[in-house]
């Protein structure tokens, strides 16, 4: 007999907005000016195709189940334990399964609860929904603030109830670019009842630049409910090979590993990841000429009128001052790819990834013909 479609059967499967595979095929790659997922324009570190070539003739071994050289590379880039650390196929599969291990039903029928940002990943939402769990939300910021609908960590932390077992929070965040500083970030952390466990998605992290942001890796020593979760897919420009990870306390951890699907990342991404990580030169690079971009192109934004969110990420939220679907979809015959907001709420906005120079000329270009 049909039941009412709770937890997965209930779930709206993930959307990337667009098919682009067909619209690749349609226009040809060069053409299309795919300024959508926030992805990296400029590509990974030629050491990670050099490091993919030279493995080729691995492809019919199983990977190392356990990625220990690239969680050796990793804990020598942040100087934590490898036993602190959990990969991930993308940080995405991470975040799905805090939920899972951490927030599904309880043994004495309780549903647990998970507090999120209104305007936070979509996949928080999702994770949740598949765990069973009841989400609360918390709202943002006001849109007039110094902080337009960042954070409002308050909110986030009266949300908080006997029930809450996890709390997602993104710093800096997506899709509203926004962020939160070290102090702000450290007196929350303090503030969290210690058996909430508090998820900081910080796949924009390499990304940021503002003098008073900060990582919360600084504060896992003091506070083992703490995780974060990095990705592969944005400052180091590997969205494609699916490597996200996750630094918490080495018992948490553990756990997760028992949930983990035995070879969930591949052979090709580990030797990438871990080649890229030694190319620190590439992401510096990266981050510079991001955050360059990511100002003029706010700059010339803002001079054609249009609402520019702060950002410390790759890509800005852009608020259109009225419906912006028909916008969207102009560009969209142009080759233009933005990722509209309506499915957050937020219709009247579509959020830009920063492209190179010539990506970010392009769009403007385009977006002159539309408005
Ligand atoms: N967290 C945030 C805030 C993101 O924006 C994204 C990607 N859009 C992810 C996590 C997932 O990234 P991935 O699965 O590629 O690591």
Redesign the pocket.
């Known amino acids: 007999a049909a039941r009412a479609t709770t937890g997965i059967q209930g779930l709206k499967a993930y959307d990337p907005g667009h098919d682009l595979v067909a619209f690749r095929r349609r226009c040809g790659d060069g053409r299309l000016v795919e300024l959508g997922?926030?992805e990296n324009p400029y590509g990974p570190s030629p050491r990670a195709r050099e490091a993919i070539l030279a493995n080729l003739h691995m492809l019919h071994r199983y990977p190392d189940p356990l990625g220990g050289d690239l969680k050796r590379a990793l804990s020598a880039r942040h100087g934590i334990g490898t036993d602190r650390i959990l990969l991930g196929n993308?940080?995405?599969e991470l975040?799905m399964q805090m939920a899972q291990v951490f927030a599904g039903p309880g043994t004495d029928g309780t549903a647990p609860e998970v507090v999120a940002p209104r305007f936070g990943?979509a996949?928080f939402a999702l994770a949740t929904q598949a765990a069973g769990a009841h989400l609360r939300i918390a709202e943002p910021l006001p849109r007039d603030s110094a902080m337009p609908l960042g954070h409002d960590l308050d909110a986030l932390l009266a949300a908080i109830t006997p029930d809450t077992r996890l709390l997602y929070v993104?710093n800096p965040n997506?899709p509203t670019g926004t962020w939160f500083g070290a102090g702000a970030l450290a007196d929350f952390i303090a503030r969290v009842p210690r058996e909430v466990i508090v998820v900081v998605?910080e796949?924009?992290a390499e990304m940021a630049d503002a003098p008073d942001y900060a990582s919360a890796l600084g504060l896992l020593d003091a506070h083992p409910n703490v995780v974060v979760t990095r990705?592969f897919?944005k400052a180091y420009g590997l969205?494609g090979l699916?490597v996200?990870y996750l630094i918490g306390a080495p018992g948490l951890v553990a756990v997760m590993e028992r949930l983990r699907e035995s070879f969930n990342v591949n052979g090709l991404a580990l030797t990438a990841c871990e080649a890229a990580l030694g190319d620190e030169a590439h992401i510096e690079q990266a981050r510079i000429r991001n955050a360059e971009q990511r100002e003029s192109l706010s700059a010339d934004l803002r001079g054609r009128g249009l609402e520019v969110f702060p950002s410390q990420t790759n890509f800005v939220l852009v608020g259109f001052g009225r419906e912006a679907a028909p916008i969207e979809s102009a560009l969209t015959e142009r080759g233009v790819i933005l990722r509209p907001m309506g499915g957050y709420g937020l219709p009247d906005c579509l959020r830009i990834t920063v492209g190179d120079a010539d990506e970010n000329r392009r769009l403007l270009a385009a977006l002159d013909e539309c408005l």
């Open positions: 997922s926030n993308g940080s995405h975040l990943f996949v993104a997506n998605d796949a924009y990705t897919s969205a699916r996200g």
